[in-house]
């Protein structure tokens, strides 16, 4: 719940002024990356998630879902150089919102993938949070990885594209390499 807060806090769209909003595509792109991954989490506990998650739980992993993608999916990509203020926020940079929105949506889909089939089928006992948590760290680490690794092919040609030229064609590359390499993992 505090990393749902703290994302939400540092992400928030409300403290902006009427002009930086009105009309920015790269916010809804955003708002839809998050509902997105959200939805695929409740779709993954609801068919294909351990029976375990009933009731309160259902919802405690929802927040949590909400909270990487928040946390782990908008703010971190800071690591790649692109802020979401400045770039899509105050700059409606659309090339810099696909992005980050297709790391948010591959995040969300990581964490999904977290929570897909049982705990602990050959034993009595309940699994717990710690364990899609676990496999979702490791699952973003290789995400993180992957996406270096596709963005040093072209060593500080990405971030001219994306920050300076604002090639939408460069963010959409990425945003679908990222939610396919995400579904892979």
């Known amino acids: 719940?505090?990393?749902?807060?703290?994302?939400?806090?540092?992400?928030?769209?409300?403290?902006?002024?009427?002009?930086?909003?009105?009309?920015?595509?790269?916010?809804?792109l955003l708002r839809l990356s998050v509902a997105a991954s959200v939805l695929w989490t409740a779709y993954v506990i609801q068919?294909?998630?351990?029976?375990?998650?009933?009731?309160?739980?259902?919802?405690?992993?929802?927040?949590?879902?909400?909270?990487?993608?928040?946390?782990?999916?908008?703010?971190?990509?800071?690591?790649?150089?692109?802020?979401?203020?400045?770039?899509?926020?105050?700059?409606?940079?659309?090339?810099?919102?696909?992005?980050?929105?297709?790391?948010?949506?591959?995040?969300?889909?990581?964490?999904?993938?977290?929570l897909?089939?049982?705990?602990?089928p050959l034993s009595e006992d309940e699994g717990g949070y710690w364990i899609p948590l676990a496999f979702f760290v490791l699952g973003w680490a290789v995400l993180v990885v992957s996406t270096a690794l596709y963005l040093w092919r072209e060593p500080g040609r990405f971030q001219r594209q994306i920050r300076q030229e604002r090639e939408t064609g460069a963010g959409w590359g990425a945003a679908v390499y990222m939610v396919?390499?995400?579904t892979l993992i």
């Open 180 to 182: 396919m390499t995400a």
């Open 1 to 28: 719940g505090i990393a749902a807060l703290v994302g939400t806090y540092w992400t928030k769209v409300s403290s902006l002024p009427r002009a930086f909003t009105e009309g920015n595509a790269g916010i809804g």
């Open 116 to 120: 897909w089939g049982e705990a602990d």
């Open 47 to 114: 068919f294909h998630g351990d029976p375990s998650i009933q009731g309160i739980y259902i919802w405690f992993y929802l927040v949590m879902a909400y909270a990487v993608v928040k946390v782990f999916g908008q703010i971190s990509t800071l690591m790649f150089g692109l802020h979401l203020r400045s770039d899509v926020y105050e700059r409606r940079n659309l090339a810099a919102a696909l992005f980050i929105a297709g790391f948010t949506l591959a995040v969300g889909v990581i964490f999904g993938g977290s």
